[in-house]
């Protein structure tokens, strides 16, 4: 195509280039074209239009049309200002127990790709092998998709209850000045104010209990010598696809391991075999940091007791901080975008950043030790922190993107270069230390994580905050 534009364009000065429309192939040379073909539209499934209604609770009542699950949710809602990317958003679980109200106002229209995975075993389209957010409200749904990946609508795809024709402007506005909340989606009932007591709150449930992995699994690049624990509270795909995919630059060799945080599973203790690994990782996921004490804690040993590298994000972020002492607290309404300025301040650099959260590290609380790394300048909210002279930093945003903007993907470089470095010191004082595991335990190790349950509907998440209720009371 350059070389037919440079035919067409006369010679002479760059004020002078015209083209004439009239002179330019109809069809790209690389394309086939089938004349007197009528286009066949895909296939969608007719969503059944029952009643649906989203309730906020002390607050408005919605009416709509449901296209999904025919099942009644409670959660929190909360808005996100993406423009695409709902796959990845649903199946993210970070949005564990959440009803993302999207502010795009069309939604659907290039379907739901399938579910391959890359070479690593990584899911390459979704960021789960499930979905995770409870349930959707949208303002206009489209039944016809059109995308060369796509292989089935939406509505198909979703498990969860789907809601369309509401102003979706009216719920955020009303999300902006009242904060997120808690909502109900009830389909094909009427609004009874007496189930106001149905509302569950997810902040009060230890929600990376249910998104993370139950037993360790191993992610490995096709080559590589570096070895790293990452502690999964609900990993994104994307994140360990990012630490694999520069394992053909950096030989890195990636272990993905699980330090639960579940009363009902036995604890592995992060400080206990971090001797094993050159550098520890600390995952996104949902909820309120403080509910994971006991990860709070096997990181502040952790700490005093070993030099390894360390970089969190999301959720991992604010577990580290609590870690060193510091505080977090829950936004009014989060921040949920792709298009999120942070501030690096120690370059003094912009960057355009993926968020997806709604609690927040008190930059105020942090010890001497630790100085900001990011600030957000749309709320000046803290978007990172980082060691005067360790090689420990965390990050609030998302460098992984998926999706999002891909402007701070070279902090990965940063933290394997620093655990690179970990691993030569290393080396000189125990010449034959290999933190590589064997092949046999690679063998064993399942690729993928184990025992996530999907997201369902209210009745499950009453159940879950019940036992949770019941493990606490037993504590005390």
């Not at 086939?32 to 286009?39: D, G, K, M, Y």
């Not at 206009?140 to 990946?149: A, I, L, Q, V």
């Not at 050159?278 to 996104?284: H, K, L, Q, W």
Request: net charge neutral.
């Amino acid at each position: 195509m350059l070389r037919q534009l440079s035919k067409i364009a006369p010679q002479g000065p760059l004020r002078n280039f015209r083209v004439s429309y009239q002179n330019l192939p109809l069809t790209r040379s690389f394309a086939t074209v089938e004349e007197n073909t009528p286009r066949k539209m895909p296939y969608a499934r007719p969503a059944a239009y029952d009643r649906a209604t989203l309730t906020i609770r002390d607050g408005p009542i919605y009416s709509g049309k449901s296209f999904g699950a025919k099942s009644n949710i409670s959660g929190e809602a909360v808005f996100t200002t993406s423009l695409v990317g709902y796959p990845e958003s649903l199946t993210d679980p970070s949005y564990r127990g959440q009803i993302i109200v999207f502010t795009q106002p069309l939604i659907g229209n290039y379907g739901v790709p399938s579910n391959k995975k890359d070479e690593a075993g990584l899911l390459k389209h979704f960021e789960s092998p499930n979905i995770q957010a409870s349930g959707v409200v949208v303002a206009d749904y489209s039944e016809k998709y059109s995308h060369w990946n796509a292989v089935e609508s939406l509505a198909e795809w979703s498990g969860v209850p789907l809601m369309s024709g509401v102003d979706t402007r009216e719920i955020v506005t009303f999300l902006r000045e009242e904060g997120s909340s808690l909502a109900r989606i009830t389909i094909g009932e009427e609004y009874d104010a007496d189930q106001d007591e149905a509302f569950i709150d997810p902040g009060e449930i230890n929600l990376v209990n249910q998104v993370s992995t139950k037993s360790p699994f191993h992610i490995s690049s096709s080559h590589g010598d570096l070895h790293v624990a990452v502690i999964d509270c609900g990993v994104k795909e994307n994140i360990l696809r990012s630490l694999v995919a520069r394992g053909e630059y950096s030989k890195f060799h990636l272990s993905a391991s699980s330090y639960l945080t579940s009363p009902k599973a036995r604890v592995l203790r992060i400080q206990k075999v971090a001797h094993h690994f050159d550098g520890v990782f600390i995952s996104n996921g949902p909820g309120d940091p403080t509910h994971c004490q006991d990860t709070v804690a096997n990181l502040r040993e952790l700490m005093d007791t070993s030099q390894v590298p360390i970089m969190g994000i999301c959720l991992g972020h604010q577990l580290l901080a609590l870690a060193t002492g510091a505080k977090t607290i829950k936004l009014k309404y989060g921040n949920r975008a792709h298009n999120i300025p942070a501030l690096n301040l120690l370059t003094g650099r912009c960057e355009i950043t993926s968020q997806n959260h709604g609690y927040a590290v008190d930059a105020k609380t942090l010890s001497g030790d630790w100085r900001e790394f990011f600030v957000n300048l749309n709320d000046s909210s803290n978007e990172g922190l980082i060691h005067k002279s360790r090689p420990i930093f965390s990050l609030q945003f998302h460098p992984e993107s998926k999706g999002g903007p891909e402007d701070s993907s070279y902090l990965f470089a940063e933290y394997l270069e620093s655990v690179q470095k970990y691993k030569q010191s290393q080396i000189i004082f125990s010449p034959h230390r290999d933190s590589r595991p064997s092949p046999l335990l690679v063998d064993l190790l399942a690729k993928q994580r184990v025992g996530v349950a999907p997201t369902t509907g209210m009745a499950y998440m009453e159940r879950i905050g019940a036992e949770q209720a019941a493990t606490a009371a037993v504590a005390a």
